[in-house]
């Protein structure tokens, strides 16, 4: 007889540990199954080791998901000061960045050894180097789980196997499978938080000018985000790229402002006043990079670029500075999933209950973390999700 458990979570990343945690809590037998070798491979690299594993400032307005109403219920049960908490009493130390990210001191281990410390003091079990070979359900309505380990049963599956970002890390897309084998409803999958690639003489631009970085509004139809704009061999980057990145819709154009809050075409016409012998690339070059302006120069005013501004009409000032105020880009396309922080998309949030996670199709079958149509911004959001989806359905099963 294959061993039976109260609940098999397939993924031990954030949201499956976290699931985990929860139903052993309450005295579930529960058994994770992980296909790797370790446990929360996707925390330890988060926030470049740092793991920004929440922010202060959590509303359900920072998510993405195609029911906006669906992720409040699991977010007001269990918020970010939730975890903070639990963050202390582990004596783990960490810090605030800007936009209220929260981030270790010292490395993310910190965080996954958090999970893994409860986990085992509530008796759940971590399974590694397992991979899922079949899913399926018994006439009992148990769930039959056929692994390379061996044959599971389950009262109840959880489905915490994550999207398809990173594939290096091994990433499948056997949580999307799972719910189309049970009928439910996958939203078109992109990758997401993830930056933008360009072609032609724009790629060769951005790569002269690779490493600067930048604060600049990017906006895409009425969204638009404050951030560090970094210009890359590929593209652009930064963390307002991967922000809007959530937005974009491929084959469009994004509208940056390389000088946000500041009205170029009246600096450079105050400064014609003020400085009359002054060239354009002087007065901007107080503002932005060096090179950048010289990049910029050849863009949009070589016929002027050793002019004094004395000689240079307003109305030629004027358009410069609506360029760099309302640069138009369409880029090429992105990254892909190679480099992309999240999968946008997923299982439809309109098939599950927002307050267990569980399947209203499907008793016993629930899905947590990004596999689910939810989609954080950059800054601790995603994690906010994987702990709050995690602990709603490990209060449920």
Partial sequence: MPEHFDALVLGAGAAGLMTAWHAGRRGKRVRVLEKSNKAGRKILMSGGGRCNFTNLYVTDNDFLCSNPHFVKSALSR??????????MEHGVPYHERKHGQLFCDNKA??????????????????????????????????????????????????????GLSIPSMGTTPLGYEIAGQFGMQVLPLRASLVPYTFDGNLKAMFSRLSGNAIDADIRFGD????????FTHRGLSGPVV??????????????????????????LINAKQESPKSLIRTVLSQHLPKNLVLELETLWWESVKDTPLA??????????????????????????????????????????????????????????????????????FNFQWAWSSGFACGEAI
């Fill in 78 to 87: 269990y918020t970010a000061w939730d975890f903070i908490g639990k963050v």
């Fill in 109 to 162: 281990k910190d965080i996954l050894n958090l999970l893994l410390d409860e986990c085992a003091n509530v008796g759940a079990e971590i399974v590694t180097r397992c991979e899922i070979q079949k899913v399926s359900v018994m006439d009992n309505g148990h769930y039959q789980v056929v692994t390379s380990l061996g044959e599971m049963t389950a009262t109840s599956l959880v489905v915490a196997t994550g």
């Fill in 223 to 230: 969204t638009v985000f404050n951030e560090a704009l970094l």
């Fill in 242 to 267: 991967l922000q809007i990145s959530n937005y974009w819709i491929p084959g469009q154009a994004i509208l940056v402002d390389l000088l946000p809050g500041v009205s170029v075409s009246d600096l």
């Fill in 311 to 380: 000689d240079c009409a307003n109305a030629k000032l004027t358009d410069i500075g609506s360029h760099i105020n309302h640069w138009q880009l369409v880029p090429a396309g992105t990254e892909g999933y190679k480099t992309a922080e999240v999968t946008l998309g997923g299982v439809h949030t309109d098939g599950l209950s927002s307050k267990t996670m569980e399947s209203v199709t499907q008793p016993g079958l629930y899905f947590v973390g990004e596999v689910v149509d939810v989609t954080g911004h950059l800054g601790g």
